[in-house]
């Protein structure tokens, strides 16, 4: 079985547990209350500059030049493209930046900066692949799945569940399956547990939105 298929297999209770949170139902049918929204796209606009910067140590630490091209061009999406998007939510649905770093959105991109900074490479690729795969099958599930027209949150489904977006995940999910060939059954494991943590972290991400979780202490 390909590494790919098994790390999804691990994680399949998470993505449905995902696929039942209150949030995504309700961002698919466009009754998402504003602020859990607002307080979603702030916290995502900083984890995707920090994202960019762990796609860009592991382009630079990648064994193969096709795979510093590939992920320098995922690093740049992760700036540049999504945080187009981002200004345009900021503007429609009236959302300031901050600096406040929530606690899981500042546990995610740290986990992510150090695991591509200090981890072997193989190991970073399969943290950061749960950010491409499960959003491009939480996309699909909610396009599929749509009962509403006039979805105020329809800019955002579109962007996941998009053929374009698709050919990145797929090109993700193939260079960890390559490289995990070249990796011993223990370094696997540790794919796979890099692939399981960052899919807790989505899975937290978005429950911390629906929470406004801030620090206890600010
Ligand atoms: C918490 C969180 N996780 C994943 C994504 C999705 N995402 C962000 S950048 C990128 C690819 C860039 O090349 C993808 C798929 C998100 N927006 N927020």
Same mark, same amino acid.
């Given at each position: 079985?390909?590494? *790919?298929?098994? *790390?999804?297999?691990?994680?399949?209770?998470?993505? %449905?547990?995902?696929?039942?949170?209150?949030?995504?139902?309700?961002?698919?049918?466009?009754?998402?209350?504003? %602020?859990?929204?607002?307080?979603?796209?702030?916290?995502? *606009?900083? =984890?995707?500059?920090?994202?960019?910067?762990?796609?860009?140590?592991?382009?630079?630490?990648?064994?193969?030049?096709?795979?510093?091209?590939?992920?320098?061009?995922?690093?740049?999406?992760?700036?540049?493209?999504?945080?187009?998007?981002?200004? *345009?939510?900021? /503007?429609?649905?009236?959302?300031?930046?901050? @600096?406040?770093?929530?606690?899981?959105?500042?546990?995610?991109? @740290? =986990?992510?900066?150090?695991?591509?900074?200090?981890? +072997? !490479?193989?190991?970073?690729?399969?943290? !950061?692949?749960?950010?491409?795969?499960?959003?491009?099958?939480?996309?699909?599930?909610?396009?599929?799945?749509?009962?509403? /027209?006039?979805?105020?949150?329809?800019?955002?489904?579109?962007? =996941?569940?998009?053929?374009?977006?698709?050919?990145?995940?797929?090109?993700?999910?193939?260079?960890?399956?390559?490289?995990?060939?070249?990796?011993?059954?223990? +370094?696997?494991?540790?794919? @796979?547990?890099?692939?399981?943590?960052?899919?807790?972290?989505? =899975?937290?991400?978005?429950?911390?939105?629906?929470?406004?979780?801030?620090?206890?202490?600010?």
């Amino acid at each position: 079985m390909k590494w *790919s298929n098994t *790390s999804w297999n691990n994680i399949q209770s998470i993505y %449905d547990k995902i696929i039942e949170m209150p949030f995504i139902n309700q961002l698919a049918n466009g009754t998402l209350p504003l %602020d859990q929204f607002q307080f979603y796209i702030q916290q995502d *606009s900083i =984890y995707l500059e920090n994202f960019g910067r762990a796609l860009a140590l592991i382009a630079a630490r990648a064994h193969e030049v096709d795979d510093v091209l590939t992920y320098t061009r995922f690093a740049e999406g992760a700036i540049v493209v999504e945080n187009a998007l981002h200004e *345009s939510f900021f /503007k429609e649905f009236k959302i300031s930046k901050t @600096h406040d770093v929530n606690p899981v959105c500042h546990h995610y991109i @740290h =986990y992510l900066k150090s695991t591509a900074a200090l981890d +072997q !490479v193989e190991v970073a690729m399969a943290a !950061v692949l749960p950010c491409f795969w499960i959003y491009k099958k939480v996309g699909d599930y909610i396009y599929e799945n749509q009962s509403v /027209k006039n979805n105020p949150y329809q800019q955002w489904i579109e962007t =996941y569940a998009g053929e374009e977006f698709g050919l990145l995940v797929d090109q993700a999910i193939n260079c960890c399956d390559r490289v995990a060939e070249t990796c011993s059954d223990n +370094q696997k494991e540790l794919m @796979h547990k890099a692939f399981y943590t960052a899919s807790q972290l989505e =899975y937290n991400f978005w429950d911390s939105a629906s929470k406004l979780k801030r620090w206890e202490i600010e």
